[in-house]
Structure formats: C-alpha cells, structure tokens
C-alpha cells in the first residue's frame, strides 16, 4: 500500500530532550515536507526537501532540523524541544518537486507534548 | 507570499442540507493548485477535491464541488445531502505551481445536527 508512514504516533517528552520524528514514504516521491498544526493556526510548514540532501525552510523552522539522506525518508529532529513546540505534526509528500498537481500523501500525524 | 483565509471558524448545517464553505486566497501566480482536505477526529489528513487554476471547469467528486472564481480568487466547497460522516475540520489550501509546499487556512469546523 502507498503511504506515508509517521512514527511514533504519539510522544511526551521533557524540555531540553532531543528526539526525532520519523516519516518514511514508499512511493518514491521526489519532495518531502514537515508541517505543525496548532488550534487556530492551521497548518503551516516547517521545513521541506526536493530531493536527496537538498532542504530549506518553510515558514516555521525556527527550533527544528531535518535531514534527507535517503529519498525514502525525512526525519524531523528537535534538538532541545521547548514546550512552544508542542503540537500536532504532519509529514507529508508528492511525486514531483517541481509540480504539486498530482497532490500530497500525509501520514498518520505525531502528536508531541513537550513538558 | 501566499495567504489562504478561511473565515468560518463553525458550520453547523442539517442532515441531508446543502452546505457551503468559503475560501479565499491571495497570491501573484497564475499557475497553482487549491485543495480542500478533511480532518476528521481521527486526525488523517485526507483530500476531499482539487483543482488546477488554469482549469475553468469547476472539480466535482461525488458529493463535493466547489465554486472557483480565478478572478475574485475565491475557493468555495460545496457539500451536497451532508451525511453524519462530514462531520469534521476542513482546510482550504494553496500549492504553487514551484517548490512551494502546501498554504492552509485556519480550518472550517463543520458540524452535522442529525
């Protein structure tokens, strides 16, 4: 099955404690993007890759890094999470890098609490 | 930069009634994407209608339309004899036609009176 696989679904973890998110794909989509979602603010994107070893910053990437060693997957890493980052997070990809009208495959969500 | 506005926060519509929510969005590209997604309390991210700026023809799945006016760039969604399992948040979104990623709006909560 075709799917964006996020891992793990949920996570509490205490201030100043680095962990990452996994998000592995099998669709062999070119682009991958992270994205927080908070009440009243929608989603918005955190950091995204067009391909292998190449990322930029989205419009939130303050706190956050990202590494994409392999096409397949594209963890998200909080190096000392903060309790502003709690939050609903999405990983989310698609076919081409250069053309979003085939649409984005999201995964599961991770709901991350940081105490 | 793009902006998408949603502005209702609630919908409340009855079972089996036409309901309509709006979406607006600002951007200086002619080539683009607009999607509207459903999130229903299970969180999943799922994609409800798209539709292609340079397509005049309005998309249509089902249920589900909307009502795009290019020049006004408005973004409406439709939805025809709602069902108890509408019930969830809606988000408008913009892709542009590059590396863009996706620009959502605030979301819409919709509400189903059985």
């Known amino acids: 099955e075709a799917q964006v696989t996020q891992n793990p679904r949920y996570l509490i973890t205490v201030t100043g404690k680095k962990l990452t998110v996994t998000c592995s794909q099998n669709?062999?989509?070119?682009?991958m993007s992270w994205y927080r979602q908070d009440p009243g603010l929608g989603l918005r994107q955190i950091y995204y890759s067009m391909n292998v070893e190449v990322t930029d910053k989205g419009d939130v990437p303050e706190g956050y890094k990202v590494s994409r060693k392999e096409k397949r997957n594209f963890p998200l890493i909080l190096e000392s999470p903060s309790p502003n980052q709690t939050s609903l997070y999405f990983c989310?990809?698609?076919?081409?890098?250069?053309?979003?009208?085939?649409?984005?495959?999201f995964g599961s969500g991770t709901r991350l609490t940081v105490v | 930069a793009q902006t998408v506005t949603q502005s209702q926060p609630e919908m409340s519509v009855q079972e089996a009634e036409t309901v309509t929510l709006s979406c607006t969005y600002d951007t200086s590209e002619s080539d683009y994407y607009l999607f509207w997604y459903k999130q229903p309390p299970s969180r999943q991210m799922i994609l409800v209608i798209r539709?292609?700026?340079?397509?005049?023809q309005n998309a249509t799945e089902n249920r589900f339309s909307v009502n795009f006016q290019k020049a006004a760039k408005s973004f409406s969604l439709k939805i025809s004899d709602s069902q108890l399992g509408d019930a969830a948040m809606y988000f408008c979104a913009y892709s542009g036609g590059g590396a863009d990623g996706l620009t959502f709006g605030k979301g819409t909560h919709l509400i189903i009176q059985p």
């Open positions: 539709q292609e700026a340079y397509k005049q």
């Open positions: 669709m062999n989509h070119e682009y």
């Open positions: 989310a990809s698609r076919f081409r890098a250069d053309f979003a009208g085939g649409g984005y495959t």
